[in-house]
């Protein structure tokens, strides 16, 4: 699947044009806000139980756990689908953000855990008599979020430092991300790293002090991660549409040309490639207090294929598009692994082999041509 997908990122995708559907963008940002910060609460706080409008516990859950995985598809289309950089390790970034908030929220559980002591239950298992060093931070909230974006942003400046000064690229690009990831992740399962081995962090009883089973808690960072998804779209808008963003798709179409006009593709590259990280950092922050757990498996290679799939199903290069495919994997896959468990794998990719062969451009492409063919129906008639 790794090397269908190198071969699928050698199709460029479409150049937006600077100014289509703007009026259409901004109205569908306002009903995205409106729908997030007013709607979803009134149908969870409000509605009642009983009321078919209701909206679950469950489903605020996994509305949420979707947008965190939006926000990482965004970041792998700006990559990917503007710069022309395909990375198989974006699971790392997304892991490496949880893991920070994670810390914080295990030392919120306090003497609340199994052993009433002030460590963390699974150091006190292993015997553990103090916290070790790169800890330090944890107790602090402030510290916690600069972590979570100074972590993931340094280790892909240094990573893709020496990557892109190598002018490593394409396929074998995709797979030292891939082995960075996994990398991560063996050094993560080992017990004496400080991170819980397999089970990584769970349990978690608070944030700020806050309950965080509490529903007025949950909805709060619901609409956070909400508005988050949505500002970081907007970001993306911003730069794909800026000067910046036109010289990402040079380099993305013609990287020699590029060079050859006096640009250093070195330096647009790795601050894509930073932010894109980052975003995933934020992703995996919003997602560890809500989905209640973060282990080594979230670094997996699987984990960064299935990230870019979600871009390739939706659409690269169209911003909506990796959200849209977010959104729809992750909802297929949510009801596939509950009625037919065996089989999800083989669906997933399916599902990308189908979109590679018959739909390049994703699901953006096949709405963008039925709305074209609506349209020239309707002006056909007479």
């Known amino acids: 699947m790794s090397a269908a997908m190198a071969q699928?990122?050698?199709a460029p995708a479409p150049l937006p044009t600077r100014g289509s559907g703007l009026r259409s963008a901004w109205s569908g940002v306002i009903l995205a806000t409106i729908a997030v910060c007013v709607l979803a609460p009134l149908l969870n706080?409000?509605?009642?139980?009983?009321?078919?409008f209701h909206l679950s516990a469950y489903a605020i859950s996994l509305i949420a756990k979707f947008m965190c995985y939006a926000i990482c598809a965004l970041a792998i289309d700006l990559i990917w689908g503007y710069t022309g950089i395909l990375s198989l390790g974006h699971g790392l970034f997304f892991a490496l953000g949880g893991y920070a908030m994670g810390m914080y929220l295990m030392r919120q559980i306090g003497r609340d855990g199994s052993y009433g002591a002030e460590l963390p239950d699974f150091m006190v298992f292993l015997d553990w008599?103090?916290?070790?060093?790169?800890?330090?931070?944890?107790?602090?909230?402030?510290?916690?979020?600069?972590l979570v974006v100074a972590v993931p942003g340094l280790?892909?400046?240094?990573?893709?430092?020496?990557a892109f000064r190598s002018r490593i690229k394409g396929v074998y690009f995709s797979i030292i991300t891939q082995a960075l990831s996994y990398a991560a992740m063996l050094l993560f399962f080992r017990n004496e790293t400080g991170f819980g081995g397999n089970n990584g962090f769970t349990d978690f009883k608070r944030l700020l002090g806050i309950p965080l089973a509490q529903p007025s808690t949950r909805m709060v960072l619901f609409v956070i991660t909400g508005l988050t998804l949505i500002g970081f779209y907007l970001l993306a808008r911003w730069l794909v549409a800026s000067r910046f963003g036109r010289v990402l798709q040079a380099i993305r179409d013609a990287e020699n040309r590029v060079m050859f006009l006096g640009y250093d593709p070195l330096a647009f590259k790795l601050a894509i490639w930073t932010l894109s990280a980052v975003m995933c950092g934020v992703a995996g922050?919003?997602?560890?207090?809500?989905?209640g757990i973060i282990n080594p498996g979230?670094?997996?290679p699987a984990a960064s294929i299935e990230m870019a799939i979600w871009a390739a199903v939706g659409g690269r290069g169209t911003l909506l598009g990796p959200i849209l495919g977010a959104f729809v994997v992750n909802g297929a896959k949510s009801w596939l692994t509950m009625s037919f468990p065996e089989f999800w794998?083989?669906?997933?990719?399916?599902m990308f082999i189908a979109v590679?062969?018959?739909?390049?451009?994703?699901l953006m492409g096949l709405l963008t041509r039925l709305r074209a063919r609506v349209r020239g129906k309707k002006a056909s008639q007479p």
């Not at 922050?285 to 809500?290: H, M, R």
């Not at 590679?356 to 994703?362: N, Q």
Request: hydrophobic share 55%.
């Open 8 to 10: 699928a990122s050698a």
């Open 45 to 52: 706080l409000v509605v009642p139980e009983n009321s078919a």
């Open 129 to 146: 008599k103090q916290l070790p060093w790169h800890w330090a931070l944890s107790g602090s909230f402030f510290w916690t979020l600069v």
């Open 155 to 162: 280790i892909a400046f240094v990573f893709g430092w020496f």
């Open 285 to 291: 922050a919003l997602y560890v207090p809500q989905v």
């Open 298 to 300: 979230e670094m997996s």
């Open 345 to 350: 794998l083989y669906v997933l990719g399916g």
């Open 356 to 362: 590679t062969l018959f739909l390049p451009d994703g």
